[in-house]
């Protein structure tokens, strides 16, 4: 942190009253670390924090999918409150349950689809929920629109402060515009002025907003300003002032092997812009927080006294996954010596997962390759994470498809920085077509293992118990034996299934590698 940390204009806020019923339940509890709430009882997600007297709230979708379930299932806002906040532990922080629902607050709401929402204080000290959600009845080609909500506590109980329907949407205000019209972020200036911003797949608009009413789109007529200038912008934008610079955080989404911000398609990092106006226009500055460990990134910003923090979510919760998040937080520390003052990266922590179970399976020790170029929705550190899901997303697993220019064959190499001793292998393929097929990704026609032996050289391994590898795609793989071999390298040599030039892909959730014994 540096010496001088200036004001985040309205994120900390000087004097509340907090008053008024909440709607859910409400439960305290003792935090052990990130995340926040680990105990898997509820999930939470796309954070967007307030501070009133010296009380942070962070509102946020209640993640309710399945284990196995692909899908957005947010059928409620909930909130998270502390007075005395610490990433490392120890604090008390209360849950309540069900501040809102879109259904119940907007007569034109459809049920669920209580996507990521912002709360801040108006000029007249009442709190506006920015919420977004689909629309009932809409002949518009995407139903999701933003409501407006007010209330005199950040806990609500919240009522529609704009009843005759959205204040933004593909039709409203008019001529309208064609993104999909969620991720509001609202900010009010110190002159009382407001302004929001929108947006995802990559389309970010804002408008300036009437400072009075928090509902009324000002200069609608010149239409929405567009942003076009913050690299890899994808989706959350986060909008803040400090001293006179205005910062826009958002989930950023340019992939590549050598990005500085996602390895896949599927994760996104938390990137952001600074300007000297509102509205802009704005300038790329660099990367605040790295990939978390779901595929999507939601970041907002508060400041308890002199110290910043950075919210966000994860899926590092007990049962936790892509779409069963849970809200963290860490350190922001600002780099003042650079004209804007910069944002240093944040560095992400973890509460202390205990004792490890003793394991025979080295691979999480090792570092993971792949010979040639992995398609961009995959990732090779995906095969030693110790994770096998039932329903992976891409990112889940390693895959060499790539339609009509699958290779044949494939190779996967474990590196250790130490000898290891080794007398085992399995791998959980990843399949979604039947054995054979020359399309999709079948489990593969065959696979062995080479181990790097004392000469520096590739050399086969002695099977035990066993004649072949097999091939099919299950969770709990058999373990192949093999003759103990004292090494530093593992490489696994993979033959997709098709022929003549048409060849499938191959994928595997995890590729173990087993030890004598456990340790």
């Known amino acids: 942190m540096t010496a001088t940390m200036g ?16 709607l859910g339940q409400t439960t305290s509890f003792l ?68 501040v ?73 205000p008019e001529p309208g515009n064609t993104i999909q019209n969620i991720d509001p972020t609202v900010l009010v200036d110190e002159d009382g002025r407001a302004y929001i911003y929108f947006g995802t797949f990559g389309q970010l608009l804002a408008y300036e907003l009437d400072g009075g009413d928090m509902v009324t789109i000002k200069n609608a007529d010149s239409g929405a300003t567009r942003v076009d200038s913050l690299t890899g912008f994808f989706e959350a934008p986060w909008l803040l002032k400090r001293g006179g610079t205005y910062y826009l955080l958002y989930a950023a989404n340019n992939a590549g092997a050598d990005s500085p911000c996602t390895p896949t398609s599927y994760h996104a ?40 923090y950075l919210a966000y979510h994860t899926r590092d919760a007990e049962g936790g996954g892509h779409f069963r998040r849970s809200v963290a937080f860490d350190e922001l520390e600002w780099d003042d010596s650079a004209e804007p003052p910069a944002i240093r990266k944040v560095v992400q922590t973890r509460r202390d997962p205990g004792p490890r179970e003793p394991s025979r399976n080295v691979a999480p020790r090792a570092t993971a390759e792949a010979a040639g170029d992995t398609p961009i929705q995959y990732w090779i550190k995906a095969v030693n994470d110790e994770r096998v899901e039932a329903n ?22 474990y590196a250790w920085n130490t000898t290891v001793q080794l007398n085992g292998t399995s791998m959980a393929f990843f399949a979604d077509q039947k054995a054979g097929s020359n399309i999709g990704v079948p ?33 709990s793989p058999v373990e192949v034996g093999f003759e103990t071999v004292s090494t530093t390298g593992l490489r696994a040599i993979l033959t997709a299934s098709g022929g003549d030039g048409q060849f499938a892909g191959v994928g595997v959730k995890e590729w173990f590698a087993f030890a004598p014994t456990a340790s």
């Open 7 to 22: 004001t985040l204009h309205l994120l900390t806020v000087a004097s509340a009253v907090l008053t008024g019923a909440v």
């Open 31 to 98: 935090s052990t670390g990130n995340p926040i709430l680990a105990d898997g009882t509820i999930y939470s997600a796309d954070p967007a924090p307030l501070v009133v007297n010296d009380t942070v709230y962070i509102i946020a979708g209640r993640d309710e999918a399945g284990p196995t379930e692909n899908s957005f299932v947010i059928n409620e806002w909930e909130v998270l409150s502390a007075r005395d906040p610490s990433p490392a532990g120890g604090s008390e922080w209360t849950l309540h349950g069900a």
């Open 100 to 172: 809102a629902r879109p259904h119940d607050i907007f007569a034109w709401a459809a049920p669920g689809t209580a996507y990521a929402a912002q709360v801040v204080q108006g000029a007249d000290g009442r709190f506006y929920l920015y919420a977004p959600f689909t629309q009932r009845a809409s002949a518009a080609a995407d139903r999701f629109a933003i409501g407006v909500a007010v209330a005199d506590s950040p806990l609500g109980p919240f009522a529609d402060a704009h009843p005759s329907g959205p204040i933004i949407s593909q039709t409203v």
């Open 269 to 308: 990092c938390i990137a952001y812009g600074t300007a000297e106006a509102a509205l802009g226009p704005w300038t790329f500055r660099g990367v605040v927080l790295d990939i978390v460990s779901s595929t999507t990134s939601h970041a907002g910003v508060f400041a308890v006294g002199e110290t910043s």
């Open 392 to 413: 992976p997303l891409p990112p889940d697993y390693w895959c060499s498809y790539a339609a009509e220019q699958s290779p044949r064959t494939s190779t996967l190499t």
């Open 443 to 475: 489990p593969p026609a065959s696979w062995y293992v080479e181990y790097l032996d004392a000469e520096g050289e590739w050399a086969a391994v002695t099977l035990v118990g066993s004649e072949d590898y097999p091939m099919e795609a299950t969770d």
